[in-house]
């Protein structure tokens, strides 16, 4: 399982999370790792996601978050989409609290100080049944060279891993008891303006 690296810096915390076999998610670690042949546990959403999150809603943050995509094809390596029905549940997670300071935390540092409670307005998590939908890998073209990837293939295999999570979601949510519910794809916020200050 990749960590934000900020995360990584920490002592003790470091120590804890290099002995259960998490690794930082800067790009340069884990290519190195998927060049050794390991599969990645990957959460794409990262910090982003932490701070949106919201009980009974299913949603992830994808769009402008392509770098697992962009590594996956420069190393040849499938694809799995997965998604966790009821994880969004487990918390009462606060979208307004001091919310501006933390975005811009969040965006200056790429880390993210989700303010939540749960169970007696506690940290211990709502008792909520959990269910991990796996699809089938997305398989990629192999790339002996392990030349980075063109942009417009990475933006296609994105396109490709967003539709196959929707399938995923839409196939199991009804045994998973979110039968009312759909999946909103999110674009990562200020996504559009960086983009444009690199332009420029």
Same mark, same amino acid.
């Given at each position: 399982?990749?960590?934000?690296?900020?995360?990584?810096?920490?002592?003790?915390?470091?120590?804890?999370?290099?002995?259960?076999?998490?690794?930082?998610?800067?790009?340069? =670690? #884990?290519?190195?790792? #998927?060049? *050794?042949?390991? /599969?990645?546990? $990957?959460?794409?959403?990262? @910090?982003? @996601?932490?701070?949106? =999150?919201?009980?009974?809603? @299913?949603? %992830?943050?994808?769009?402008?978050?392509?770098?697992?995509?962009?590594?996956?094809?420069?190393?040849?390596?499938?694809?799995?989409?997965? !998604?966790?029905?009821?994880? %969004?549940?487990?918390?009462?997670?606060?979208?307004?609290? +001091?919310?501006?300071?933390?975005?811009? $935390?969040?965006?200056?540092?790429? #880390?993210?100080?989700?303010?939540?409670?749960?169970?007696?307005?506690?940290?211990?998590?709502?008792?909520?049944? +959990?269910?991990?939908?796996?699809?089938?890998?997305?398989?990629?073209?192999? /790339?002996?060279?392990?030349? *980075?990837?063109?942009?417009?293939?990475?933006?296609? !295999?994105?396109?490709? !891993? $967003?539709?196959?999570?929707? #399938?995923?979601?839409?196939?199991?949510?009804?045994?998973?008891?979110?039968?009312?519910?759909?999946?909103?794809?999110? @674009? %990562?916020?200020?996504? /559009?303006?960086? /983009?444009?200050?690199?332009?420029?």
């Amino acid at each position: 399982m990749a960590v934000m690296d900020v995360v990584m810096q920490v002592p003790f915390i470091r120590e804890y999370l290099l002995f259960t076999g998490h690794l930082d998610a800067s790009r340069g =670690t #884990m290519s190195r790792h #998927m060049a *050794k042949g390991a /599969n990645l546990a $990957i959460i794409p959403g990262g @910090e982003a @996601e932490a701070l949106r =999150t919201e009980k009974g809603k @299913e949603a %992830v943050v994808l769009k402008g978050r392509a770098g697992f995509i962009s590594l996956a094809l420069q190393h040849g390596a499938a694809i799995v989409p997965t !998604y966790t029905f009821g994880q %969004v549940d487990t918390f009462h997670v606060s979208k307004t609290f +001091l919310f501006s300071v933390r975005e811009w $935390i969040r965006m200056k540092l790429k #880390m993210s100080i989700p303010v939540f409670w749960g169970q007696g307005g506690g940290p211990m998590p709502f008792r909520v049944p +959990l269910s991990i939908a796996i699809g089938e890998p997305i398989q990629v073209p192999a /790339n002996p060279s392990g030349a *980075k990837p063109d942009p417009a293939v990475v933006e296609e !295999y994105a396109a490709r !891993y $967003i539709a196959a999570l929707e #399938m995923l979601f839409d196939k199991h949510k009804e045994a998973a008891g979110c039968g009312d519910r759909t999946l909103e794809v999110m @674009e %990562v916020p200020g996504h /559009n303006k960086s /983009n444009s200050k690199r332009s420029q």
